[in-house]
């Protein structure tokens, strides 16, 4: 129903800016709940940012609040993470995740999500 395609991964110099994209397809933005997680080699997949199905709540892993911001474009059908402050540890796969419940608040728990994006690779550089 849902296909989400991730864009914007590269390298970049600690300090440096990143925008991720996450383009979904099959039902409106407007109506799901959106998600970014990460992977970094070796480790589990961790929370990273969320927003509540009708864009009125966002929330934030401690380890980045404050240099990632969440956002929503209605008319392009579109999710972004602005990513600042970018440091090594940043480093990961990042995946877009959604799912359609109309919960109360943005869940970070990665179970809850039903439909995920492949992955784009962000490598910061030190």
């Known amino acids: 129903q849902v296909q989400l395609v991730e864009s914007g991964g590269g390298l970049v110099q600690a300090g440096g800016s990143l925008r991720l994209s996450c383009a979904a397809s099959g039902r409106s933005v407007t109506n799901l709940a959106m998600a970014w997680f990460r992977q970094a080699p070796g480790k589990e997949r961790m929370f990273v940012a969320a927003?509540?199905?009708?864009?009125?709540?966002?929330r934030y892993a401690d380890s980045v609040k404050g240099r990632f911001t969440f956002s929503r474009d209605n008319a392009e059908n579109t999710v972004y993470l602005q990513m600042d402050s970018l440091q090594p540890e940043d480093t990961a796969v990042y995946y877009c995740?959604?799912?359609?419940?109309?919960?109360?608040?943005?869940?970070?728990?990665?179970?809850?999500?039903?439909?995920w994006g492949q992955g784009t690779q962000v490598t910061v550089s030190s």
């Open positions: 927003i509540k199905w009708d864009g009125t709540m966002t």
């Open positions: 995740a959604a799912h359609w419940r109309r919960l109360t608040t943005p869940s970070a728990r990665p179970g809850e999500y039903i439909y």
